[in-house]
């Protein structure tokens, strides 16, 4: 995955904060699984 576009994006307003995917963290999910993670987990603090 070619994150070059991502580094002229300032993250949150902060210059120079890096982005990067979830495999560069260790992570292996497709994206499907990450979606409904994110999903449950969402909902879970977003809930009233």
Known sequence: MDLEPYS???PCGYN???T?????IGITADWNE???VLSHKLATYLTP
């Open 34 to 36: 990450a979606a409904d």
């Open 8 to 10: 002229r994006i300032n």
């Open 20 to 24: 990067v995917d979830l495999s560069t």
């Open 16 to 18: 120079g904060l890096r």
